[in-house]
């Protein structure tokens, strides 16, 4: 699943009128970065949550043949239901196997199909990444224990809006609009989140800053 849902209010006024996924660097979309990684991974069925200006998205990407992908949305309304909820709701299209899940607004070269070739144990509800924390983020969000994802004064490190799933996460929840952080530390309290860190490229676009910052990054990478 690939979360695209956002409004991107701190993206503004870039994102009145273009869904924040479909900003460009490189001279590509940032959610078509995703794409083309989750395809070289091996994956093949990806479902994408849609709410401010999703049509736009949806008539940009269609079915997903042109990325060797399937593609099927599930559709927020005009209020986004947050992370959690943008989840919840699209678990009957996710079926019952661990599904892997990533933000659309960040840009990495993280490979996935080593995540997705990881099998979750019967302990555990999800496994998520880490990355070394950014300036505009330099408390981080979680410790690293081993592979165990624990909360921690020191040490910490910054959730990268990539995981592995199992719908046992979401037990209990109900239909509508929540975060993912409290059933992230659920599971940390009840000792069932994994973790590794991803020490390559990651970066989180929330600013026109940050955007233009990926699109020197690409293009001196272009130039080489």
């Given amino acids: 699943m690939v979360l695209a849902a956002g409004r991107g209010e701190r993206m503004r006024p870039l994102t009145d009128t273009t869904p924040k996924v479909l900003l460009a660097a490189g001279g590509k979309p940032l959610i078509v970065y995703h794409l083309e990684a989750l395809a070289r991974a091996g994956v093949r069925e990806v479902i994408i949550n849609l ?4 049509e736009q998205i949806r008539t940009a ?5 042109r990325y060797g992908l399937s593609l099927s949305y599930s559709e927020e ?6 992370t959690g909820g943008g ?3 699209a678990l009957p299209l996710l079926g019952s196997a661990p599904f892997l899940v990533v933000n659309a607004d ?7 199909g080593a995540l997705a070739r990881m099998k979750l144990g019967a302990a555990d509800d999800a496994r998520i990444v880490l ?6 983020h330099p408390a981080g969000d979680f410790g690293l224990q081993g592979d165990r994802v624990i909360n921690t004064e020191t040490g910490r490190l910054t959730y990268a809006g990539i995981g592995i799933y199992q719908a046992a996460f979401f037990a209990g ?8 952080l409290p059933l992230l530390q659920r599971a940390i309290a009840a000792g069932r989140l994994r973790g590794q860190l991803h020490a390559g490229a990651w970066f989180d676009i929330g600013s026109a800053e940050r955007l233009a910052a990926l699109e020197a990054r690409l293009r001196a990478k272009a130039m080489r």
Avoid at 77 to 82: D, I, K, M, R, V
Avoid at 106 to 112: E, H, I
């Fill in 61 to 65: 990407l269609g079915t997903g043949e």
């Fill in 131 to 136: 990355v070394p924390n950014s300036p505009h």
């Fill in 51 to 54: 709410s401010w200006l999703g």
């Fill in 87 to 89: 989840i919840y709701q």
């Fill in 173 to 180: 929840c109900a239909p509508g609009r929540f975060p993912l």
């Fill in 106 to 112: 960040n840009w990495t070269d993280f490979d996935f």
């Fill in 77 to 82: 309304g005009p209020h986004a239901l947050e």
